[in-house]
């Protein structure tokens, strides 16, 4: 009986290379698990801390921060920077950074997901507590930004902060559709040249401010070394 070793090798082929798949498969669902886990997690911990007296209430802000956070993620796992071609940005003309086109290929999202939060969020909570919420998603940048303006720009005038914290409130609900912090700071800096600019045509001289600022620091370090 003779054997037919061809058939034998493309069988074993076939076997090894659906094994494997079977392999990635697990471990794709698996990975999937744990951050479904770790969505759960921290939609709980931040739906607790608005220290809600309803439970029910809890639970449902709890929900609509978890399925956010995993369409984020979903999103993100399923249009990878290279989706977007190489290219230049035509408004500095530098070559896109993976970054930017992980960024471009995120801004398209559907805008419907960050609507169903947002609506979901200012039907249950009151726009402090929707704040709140956030803050969480973008760990308090708009407070820590706003208080290094206050620290650069000392004599910065009410009308002036109140501009710059219009600004970083929109970057802050607009950041909360990005899934690493590396994404969420690149928006920021969006917002941040816009108060930078206001600042500018406002009669004030961002570049000077700032240098002033980084003089005045390194003064203070070099003073307290002595």
Not at 62 to 89: C, K, M, Q, S, Y
Not at 179 to 194: G, L, N, P
Request: hydrophobic residues 40%.
């Amino acid at each position: 009986m003779k054997t037919n070793l061809p058939l034998i090798v493309a069988l074993s082929f076939i076997i090894s290379v659906a094994a494997q798949a079977q392999a990635d498969n697990a471990k794709t669902a698996a990975a999937i698990e744990r951050s479904n886990a770790e969505s759960v997690k921290k939609a709980t911990e931040w739906a607790a801390g608005l220290k809600l007296a309803d439970t029910e209430k809890e639970k449902r802000v709890a929900t609509v921060i978890g399925i956010h956070l995993n369409a984020i993620r979903d999103w993100n796992n399923e249009h990878p920077f290279t989706t977007v071609p190489a290219g230049i940005n035509p408004a500095t003309g530098n070559k896109l950074s993976e970054l930017d086109r992980q960024i471009i290929a995120n801004s398209a999202m559907p805008a419907s997901i960050h609507k169903d939060l947002m609506d979901a969020l200012k039907k249950e909570l009151t726009p402090e507590q929707v704040e709140f919420i956030l803050d969480q998603y973008t760990i308090g940048k708009v407070a820590f930004t706003l208080k290094g303006y206050n620290a650069i720009v000392p004599d910065l005038k009410p009308e002036e902060e109140a501009k710059i914290l219009e600004y970083l409130k929109q970057a802050r609900e607009q950041a909360i559709d990005y899934k690493s912090m590396k994404q969420i700071s690149a928006i920021f800096e969006i917002y941040k040249t816009k108060c930078e600019q206001h600042l500018n045509n406002n009669g004030r001289n961002w570049r000077q401010l700032y240098k002033a600022y980084v003089d005045k620091v390194k003064a203070e370090k070099a003073a307290n070394k002595k």
